[in-house]
T-cell receptor, first 111, second 112 residues
Framework: ELKVEQNPLFLSMQEGKNYTIYCNYS?????LYWYRQDPGKSLESLFV?????AVKQEGRLMASLDTKARLSTLHITAAVHDLSATYFC???????????FGQGTELSVKP | NAGVTQTPKFQVLKTGQSMTLQCAQD?????MSWYRQDPGMGLRLIHY???????DQGEVPNGYNVSRSTTEDFPLRLLSAAPSQTSVYFC???????????FGQGTRLTVV
């Protein structure tokens, strides 16, 4: 059974600091997604990682994938308040577009 | 440019009532799926479909039925609502081989 675990589940950061969110998954998969969710809203796609060693960056966020370690990271550089949200990783479970989600990391960036 | 459309956005049901949550996509995607989101548990897969006429169960299918008569629509039916089905429901679609999964805006369901 595919399991996806994120840590930490809650993260309170100061503006300007760096931090990393970790996403571990239990079986092999050929793609991994990162999403952002604001309170009461839907999921906003941040990154899709398709292969071992993939690294993608958008603004202050950078995601990477190590398929051998079954680990993805979302690195936040010089956090700003606008990054406050809940971040989810999700692993594709194969045919059918089935996604298995982590529990989510609730990020709060304080001035 | 509608994408994935869910209706209704909010619904309150009494225990034992039935209802259908609607999901429609206009991108001609073969893959569609339903998730529920509960606090602290992320999103969990309820049912999914790989094309018209083909559906299968996900992680938490009990109490829900689905059908897929067209490529565009994938309704989720609650036959006899229970308070444990209070949740936010999301529909998603993707094309086989495609990278992007598109989510609807969600339906917030409360069962009293």
């Amino acid at each position: 059974e595919l399991k996806v675990e994120q840590n930490p589940l809650f993260l309170s950061m100061q503006e300007g600091k760096n931090y990393t969110i970790y996403c571990n998954y239990s079986t092999t998969s050929d793609r991994l997604y990162w999403y952002r969710q604001d309170p009461g809203k839907s999921l906003e796609s941040l990154f899709v990682l398709l292969s071992n060693g993939a690294v993608k960056q958008e603004g202050r966020l950078m995601a990477s994938l190590d398929t051998k370690a079954r680990l993805s990271t979302l690195h936040i550089t010089a956090a700003v308040h606008d990054l406050s949200a809940t971040y989810f990783c999700a692993v594709d479970k194969g045919q059918g577009g089935k996604l298995i989600f982590g529990q989510g990391t609730e990020l709060s960036v304080k001035p | 440019n509608a994408g994935v459309t869910q209706t209704p956005k909010f619904q309150v049901l009494k225990t034992g009532q039935s209802m259908t949550l609607q999901c429609a996509q206009d991108m001609n995607h073969e893959y569609m799926s339903w998730y529920r989101q509960d606090p602290g548990m992320g999103l969990r897969l309820i049912h999914y479909s790989v094309g018209a006429g083909i559906t299968d169960q996900g992680e938490v299918p009990n109490g829900y039925n689905v059908s897929r008569s067209t490529t565009e629509d994938f309704p989720l039916r609650l036959l006899s609502a229970a308070p444990s089905q209070t949740s936010v429901y999301f529909c998603a679609s993707r094309q086989p081989g495609g990278t992007e999964a598109f989510f609807g805006q969600g339906t917030r369901l409360t069962v009293v």
